[in-house]
């Protein structure tokens, strides 16, 4: 066919009776999820079983559930689809059906998120260099290739204008040849599979080193230009991380003191204090006690003008989110009082031995709650004034500190000192 036949735009000349899509679940399949493939976890709430490889021994149809073999130890767990990645894809018989996963968005949103699997042609690229992408294109086994295009959005969900995916299936069908039932979209989009709780990948191919990969709390904004998506998800702990076999974990707690960063409510004097609501959101649910005016407030995570604190001193909720001014009036600020407070606590915890400088270890099991830890902590602290209720826990380079029920895994983390003098 002629290259002139697909337009730069959002066209699809493919009848409508034959444009397919398939489910996520019919992707992961088609990517290789079966008997004998090698897969691994991801997402699961026991934490040690995170970033482990497994090989699928079977599927039971009326849980949706995938009978796993683990290969560190030989046992056996039934997991959902959405909690494992495709390494090395199931072979079955002398044929098998290859699926190529072209995610289609601009080189910018791969790297931030994408599909594991998946490579990068962006749309814009196959009309803008065609010849190119023409010669990447066939170097795969087209005749038994089944080609499914995503992009953030699927074109159903898009009203005015066909979209990404379908325009770029058409460019497939009407420029490479492919037959229209060879070719499908992810339905969904990028936005459903995240939504679904299923795993993205950050990166590109390019990069050495383990692999990125994670499911998201809240919905990630894949979207252009936003090159620190992932880093920023990370540190506001929007992912959970999911380790690469090749990533070891720490088998001690290297403990070291963190100054708290503490702020004085210096606004709402007039009203007894500030608005705290229960989520980061200024439409959720309020508190019905004010953070009262002096008191003294420590970061725990902090988001544009949105803090999220735990009570150091004065009255108020313990915990919750506040904003740190409205308009040009600043409700909480870094003042002579916080600061000379902060620096009292540091030279408390240097006359007792846990100044800056100090570090000891804690041996750690798999499956310890972040308290588990907090409790073994004042067992060994070698100043012996360590106390469960004024230590909080921090993944070591994130912004939140760890909840009680957080199961951790040998992973290095920061001790704060939060008792008020």
Known sequence: MSLGLAKYGALCNI????????????????????????????GLKKAEMNGKLATVVGYNAESKRWTVRLHHDRSEVAVLDSKLVVETPARTGTFRMETLLIDVRDNEDYANFHIPGAINIP???????????????????????????????DSTQIHTTVGRDLSASNWLWEVVGHPTNMLA??????????????????????????RKIFTADTEPKPFSYDTQAYQRAQNQSAAAVVQSPAEESHKELLVRVRRPDLLEVVGGADKGGIIVRQGEATSSSQEAERLAFGALAATLERRGERLRYRLFSGTGPGEGWVSIRLKDKELLSKTDRSQATENQV????????????LCFRVELTDGMTARMVKEKICAVDPTGGSQVSSLALWRRGQGSALADSDLLSGIELELEYLDPL
């Open 15 to 42: 009848p409508k009776d034959q444009r397919l899509q398939v489910g996520s679940e019919e992707l992961l399949q088609g990517l290789g999820l079966g008997t004998n493939g090698t897969v691994m976890l991801h």
């Open 346 to 357: 540091a030279e408390r915890a240097r006359t007792r031995g846990a100044g800056q400088d």
């Open 123 to 153: 749309y814009s690229r196959m009309f803008m260099d065609q010849q190119k992408t023409l010669a990447k294109i066939k170097e795969w086994k087209l005749s038994t290739t089944r080609i499914v295009t995503y992009a953030t959005q």
């Open 185 to 210: 979209t992810l339905r969904g989009g990028l936005q459903g599979w995240v939504k679904e709780g299923r795993p993205v990948e950050a990166g590109n191919a390019s990069q050495s080193g383990p």
